[in-house]
């Protein structure tokens, strides 16, 4: 397992840095640790003095950024090995966002905070974050500050699809769940939702020819299926001796994914980027995006692209 770390060197970038080191495996995990300076740009000049006083310029701010990366590197080096990991330091020059996606195929997980240093922290997602977690292959961990539990909550989205089941063969392999308290969400997506409407929306009074009602059949058809799909992704996790609950909602996936993060306490949601698209679900890679950018906790988004 190869794991790319980020840092601006921002309090924010520290606080995601040692979540991200709780959440990981820290063992048979390589882990590199990023800082990437922005460029500094002037425009040419044409007259050989201003030539000459720009080329100045550059080489002073290739000694200052150059100092300054290495202080943000060992400070954050420092704090990694805290949490027993030996982080390797690479220092790059350019667009940050261009560098990590650049870098990001060599890896099985990218870190990176939910916002940098010149973003408001209430933000969401800072531009740098966003533009990864749209981009980047192989998994991504949007890391934000723990709960403070001496537990780990981990909640695990679940459609059925081969993204979904990817994301809870990553969670097991890549973070640190041996103590973990998992949870298993389902959303059931029922076509009326989109429209606004809620269950009640037809007149079922519970007797037998009710029960015939097409919208009937179809809801109890889709509670059987997140029944069967939780109870095959329950044992895939439980293949790695963990204990783990399971839940089913209703509604909108994103919405229900993002209610019970922050009403549950969880540190961690793990998410597949893509999933399936019949009638019957919603692509749970279309609702990624929102829940990484608007979770109170860290967010895993494991990407899958069809062969």
């Given amino acids: 397992m190869k794991t790319l770390m980020t840092t601006d060197g921002s309090q924010m970038s520290m606080r995601a840095l040692r979540s991200a080191g709780t959440l990981l495996r820290k063992t048979k995990n390589e882990v590199d640790l990023l800082c990437v300076a922005p460029e ?4 040419e000049m044409k007259r050989k003095a201003a030539r000459q006083r720009a ?4 080489e002073s701010y290739r000694r200052r950024i150059a100092l300054e990366t290495e202080a943000i590197l060992k400070k954050a080096r420092e704090a990694l090995a805290e949490q027993g990991i030996d982080a390797n330091p690479i220092s790059q020059t350019g667009s940050p966002s261009d560098v990590i996606l650049r870098l990001a195929p060599d890896y099985d ?5 939910a916002v940098g240093r010149y973003h408001s922290p209430n933000l969401g997602l800072g531009p740098v974050a966003s533009r990864v977690v749209e981009k980047a292959h192989g998994t991504v961990l949007v890391s934000r500050e723990l709960s403070g539990e001496e537990r780990l909550r981990v909640l695990v989205g679940v459609d059925g699809s081969l993204a979904s089941r990817r994301a809870l063969a990553t969670a097991a392999a890549c973070f640190d769940l041996d103590e973990a308290e998992i949870t298993i969400l389902h959303v ?4 009326w939702i989109h429209l606004g409407l809620d269950r009640e929306w037809f007149d079922y009074s519970g007797d037998a020819t009710s029960l015939s009602d097409p919208e009937i059949q179809f809801e109890e058809e889709l509670q059987r299926e997140a029944e069967n799909l939780l109870e095959a992704s329950r044992k895939i996790l439980e293949n790695y001796d963990y204990s783990v609950i399971t839940m089913i909602a209703e509604g909108s996936p ?3 994914i993002l209610g019970e993060a922050e009403n549950g306490g969880y540190d961690l949601v793990v998410l597949g980027a893509t999933g399936v698209t019949d009638a019957k679900h919603a692509m749970l890679g279309s609702v990624s995006a929102k829940v990484a950018a608007q979770a109170v906790c860290s967010v895993a988004i494991v990407r899958h692209h069809a062969e």
């Fill in 40 to 43: 500094l740009y002037i425009p």
């Fill in 109 to 113: 997980v990218i870190v990176v905070g």
């Fill in 254 to 256: 994103a919405t229900e």
């Fill in 55 to 58: 080329a100045r310029i550059r």
């Fill in 188 to 191: 059931k997506e029922t076509p």
